[in-house]
Each structure stands twice: as C-alpha cells, then as structure tokens.
C-alpha cells in the first residue's frame, strides 16, 4: 500500500508541482536566462538612477518656482505651481506636463508660465526608461522568449510524445509547463525591482508612504497579470506552431503590433473619429474675447471695469469647458481603442496610480479653474486698500478608492480578463496538439 507522501506526489497538484520545478531548473540552467536577468539588473538598475536624477531636476524647479511665486503674487497675476509626483519615479507619464507653473490673470485666464524650463528637452524624443516602460517592452519580450519552444521544443527533441504516452495527462503537462516557465521569469523580476525599491526608497527626496507601497503593489499585480498573459500567448502559439522557429517569429510580430502599433493606431484613428479640439483655435478665442472685452471697457471710459473682467472671464470658463468637453470625448474614443492592446492597458493602470495619467491631468485642469474662481475678485481689486487675501494652490494626489472609480479598476479588470482568457487558451491549445 504506497505511503501518503507517495499519494501527494503522484496526485495531480504534485505532478504539476514537479514539472514546474523542472521547467524552473531548465530555464536556470540556460544561457538565455542569464542573459535575461543580467539584461533586467542593468536596466532595472540604469532606471532607478535616471528616474531618480530626472525627479530631483523637476524638484529643484519645482522648489525654484514656488519661491518666485510668492515673491511676484499679486503683481501680474497668481502663479499655481504643481509638485512632481514621488511614484513618477516608476511611471513617468504626463508628469513634465503637470509638474509646471500656472500664470492666472483676470483678463488672459491660465497660462504656462515661461518659467518653467523642461531639463534636456531632447532626450523627450525617446521613452523614458521608467520601470513602466521595462516590464512594457522589455519584460514582455523576455517572457515570449521563455515561452516559445516551450511545446514546439519538446515536439522537435520528442520528448513530448513520449512524456504524453504515460500516465501524466496533457493538462497536468500544460499547467506546469506554465507555472513553471512563468516563475522563471517573475521571480527574478520581483527581487530585483524590491533591491530598486529599496535603493530609491533610502533617497533623501523620496519617503513613500504607505499608500504608495498600496500602489506599488497593485502596481505588480498589474505586472504579473501583463506577463502571464505575455507567457500564456506564447505557450497557446508554441502548441500551434510546427517548429520553434516559426512560433518565435509570428510572436515577435504579436509583440511588436501589442506593445507599439495597436496604441499608436487606436490613437490616430481616435482623432480621426473623434477630433480633438485645436489648441490654435482656442488661443485665438480667448484673445478675442479678451480683445473684445476690453475694447467695451475703454468705451465705457472705465466706469465698469469690473463688469468687463466678469464679461471676459465668463467667456474664457465657457470656451475652457467647451475644449474639455471635445477633449474629453477624444481621450475616451482613444483609450476604448487602445485597450484593444494589454499594453495601453497597463500603461493607463500605472499612470492612473502613479498620479502621472490622463485622470489627473483633467483633474489639474478643473482644480485650475476653481482656483481662479476663487481669487477672482481679489485678482480685479488688487489696488484697492482692503483686497481680499489670496488663496494657496492646492493639488493633492488622488486617493485610490477615486483613482479605481476613474478607470484604474477598468484596467485591471480588462488586464486579468485577457490574462485568464490566454491561459486557457493555451491549456486548450495544448490538450488537442499532435505530439508528433
């Protein structure tokens, strides 16, 4: 009568269980894994430190920016100034767009201050080398390479017909082929970016909080569902393809339409459905406004001048909310297009919750609008004796609970959906491939 260790081991959980030990060990002895996890420790490593320098260049103006500001309040306007988010560190985004001074004048509205000088404005040609961009492009890739010959590999060395014609079942094989193949990929992801998170975390600029260790780890739920359903399509094409190289080849193809065309394309076809408003359009209104406001004041020799800053800046609200209203349309054509792509999916997750995504720049946009609402009348009497005070800028991070309402739990979902649909595509693919 076997023992109950022997139960365990030949039951279903302990087949898998084995094979995906030595899918792990298999891939640990390859020279492709080493190469993978050398090629993710330099880049992890160049990343922690360019982000980190690219943030203490924004804080510094940022630091610069707010001193100018209280100096000149009041004289030509109100200055709103944005501090960089700490979590852009790891998905940079919009953040440059955001981190900026703001001018606000009774009579020219909101303007970028021309104070603000982006720091090597060149190198905004390329991507930033954020941790978002790694699991992106590069960690992605990294799976499909583990996952390639997976079935395709063992049906051209024949070890697959003869491991099928025993007793371990095709789905016991598949789950632990997977299993297996994605902890080679994953655990050695998950230690190096804790050493990144530590070393960025000992910085003097950059003390996380607790929430922010909430939206890392959300951050790597997003990472792990990205790379299983990466892991998952190349095991579902292995098991369809004859030969390793022809699954590696029509892989690099769905990665490169995933990663980098899907979201370019969804994007201009957005605009294309959708158009954004022109931002030539509304500056040459709101100075016809202006002009025209200003021109019924001289005629009116000054006697209600307060009247024709009411006048110009019940005009400008009126064409900022039209632009917001038009805007708005095109972003939600263009991210229900782009998540067409698990790539844009987690783009917007790890935006959404580092504070640097299209949420929060709608949201700076409307938190600068009741600014200037509510310093409007201290901005039109500002040489009057008894002016009323000036109100701060005010414009703390979101909270999660917010961040999930505006989209992020949409992206989750969208992401564990794909990731759960791929994974049993490649199981089925497998129960019914020819181990010839």
């Avoid at 080493?34 to 330099?42: E, G, P, S, T």
């Avoid at 303007?111 to 982006?118: A, G, I, L, S």
């Amino acid at each position: 009568m076997p023992s109950p260790s022997a139960k365990s081991v030949s039951g279903p959980t302990g087949l898998i269980g084995i094979i995906a030990r030595k899918e792990i060990l298999d891939h640990l002895l390859s020279l492709k894994f080493h190469v993978c996890v050398a090629a993710m420790a330099v880049l992890l490593g160049l990343s922690a430190f360019v982000m980190y320098r690219d943030y203490q260049s924004r804080m510094e103006t940022y630091s610069s920016m707010r001193e100018r500001a209280k100096l000149r309040a009041g004289e030509s306007g109100l200055m709103a100034v944005v501090e960089p988010r700490r979590l852009s560190v790891f998905a940079k985004g919009l953040d440059e767009n955001l981190d900026r001074g703001y001018t606000v004048r009774a009579y020219d509205g909101i303007q970028p201050h021309e104070w603000q000088t982006p720091v090597a404005r060149i190198f905004s040609l390329f991507a930033p080398p954020d941790l978002l961009y790694i699991v992106k492009a590069l960690l992605s890739l990294i799976a499909l390479l583990f996952a390639y010959d997976a079935v395709s590999g063992e049906k051209e060395s024949g070890t697959l017909k003869m491991v099928l014609s025993g007793s371990l079942s095709r789905g016991e094989f598949a789950a632990g082929k997977l299993l297996g193949g994605l902890a080679a990929v994953l655990l050695p992801f998950f230690a190096l970016w804790v050493a990144m998170l530590i070393a960025l975390a000992t910085r003097p600029l950059l003390a996380f909080t607790a929430a922010d260790f909430a939206r890392l780890g959300l951050m790597f739920l997003a990472t792990v569902l990205y790379i299983s359903a990466f892991f998952s399509l190349g095991v579902l094409v292995s098991a369809w393809s004859r030969t390793s190289a022809a699954a590696l080849v029509i892989l690099l193809f769905f990665w490169a339409a995933i990663v980098f065309a899907v979201p370019s394309v969804g994007n201009l076809i957005a605009e294309r459905v959708s158009p954004p408003p022109s931002a030539e359009t509304q500056e040459l209104l709101r100075r016809q406004a202006f002009v025209k406001n200003r021109f019924i004041a001289i005629q009116s020799q000054s006697r209600d001048r307060q009247g024709s800053f009411e006048a110009f800046n019940s005009d400008y609200d009126r064409l900022v909310e039209d632009y917001r209203v038009r805007l708005d349309a095109t972003i939600a054509t263009s991210k229900n297009l782009c998540r067409l792509s698990p790539a844009a999916t987690l783009t917007y997750f790890f935006t959404d919750l580092a504070g640097t995504g299209l949420s929060e720049q709608r949201r700076l946009g409307l938190a600068l609008m009741k600014f200037k609402s509510h310093n409007m009348w201290a901005l039109t009497h500002q040489t009057v004796r008894d002016a009323p005070a000036y109100s701060a800028f005010e414009f703390p991070p979101m909270r999660l609970p917010e961040v999930f309402q505006r989209g992020a739990l949409t992206d989750l979902v969208i992401l564990a959906v794909t990731c759960a649909a791929l994974f049993m595509g490649a199981v089925f693919t497998f129960l019914k491939v020819d181990p010839r």
